[in-house]
């Protein structure tokens, strides 16, 4: 695989990137799945993980894990670290950001089977998983 097979790609292999103010799927890229016939896990987790209480504007701070079995596409890792550092000043409840990250990913790759688990830190005592899983 050489850097002219993805000529295409926005982020990996350029320096001057900015992250995003908000989570915005248009971020997320691809690379054709080399092995589509067979189906193997892929594991991806993003153990800093930020994003905002809507209701007192607080941080909230998570691990991220993504599990697929990819179809016709992967997902590209630089991409997914921009989209969801996209999520650093965005406001929503840790249940609604585990699903609209289901939801996005599972548009741009189109995965045989995903599953995304946010792990969010302890708020008054309470630790709170959240885990979507497509289809």
Same mark, same amino acid.
Not at 75 to 95: D, M, V
């Given at each position: 695989?050489?850097?002219?097979?993805? &000529?295409?790609?926005?982020?990996?292999?350029?320096?001057?990137?900015?992250?995003?103010?908000? !989570?915005? #799927? /248009?971020?997320? =890229? @691809?690379?054709?799945?080399?092995?589509?016939?067979?189906?193997?896990?892929?594991?991806?987790?993003?153990?800093?993980?930020?994003?905002?209480? &809507?209701?007192?504007?607080?941080?909230?701070?998570?691990?991220?894990?993504?599990?697929?079995? !990819?179809? #016709? /596409?992967?997902? =590209? @890792?630089?991409?997914?670290?921009?989209?969801?550092?996209?999520?650093?000043?965005?406001?929503?409840?840790?249940?609604?950001?585990?699903?609209?990250?289901?939801?996005?990913?599972?548009?741009?790759?189109?995965?045989?089977?995903?599953?995304?688990?946010?792990?969010?830190?302890?708020?008054?005592?309470?630790?709170?998983?959240?885990?979507?899983?497509?289809?």
């Amino acid at each position: 695989m050489s850097k002219a097979e993805y &000529p295409d790609f926005r982020l990996l292999g350029k320096q001057n990137s900015q992250f995003p103010t908000h !989570p915005d #799927a /248009s971020i997320l =890229e @691809t690379f054709p799945n080399r092995s589509p016939n067979r189906d193997y896990w892929i594991t991806l987790d993003c153990q800093d993980f930020t994003s905002l209480c &809507p209701v007192t504007g607080q941080p909230d701070f998570a691990q991220i894990k993504i599990r697929y079995i !990819p179809h #016709a /596409s992967c997902i =590209e @890792t630089k991409s997914l670290k921009f989209y969801l550092a996209g999520f650093r000043n965005y406001p929503a409840f840790n249940e609604q950001i585990v699903n609209k990250i289901l939801d996005d990913l599972v548009s741009c790759c189109q995965p045989r089977r995903m599953t995304v688990i946010g792990e969010f830190s302890a708020r008054g005592g309470i630790q709170l998983t959240v885990e979507a899983t497509y289809p």
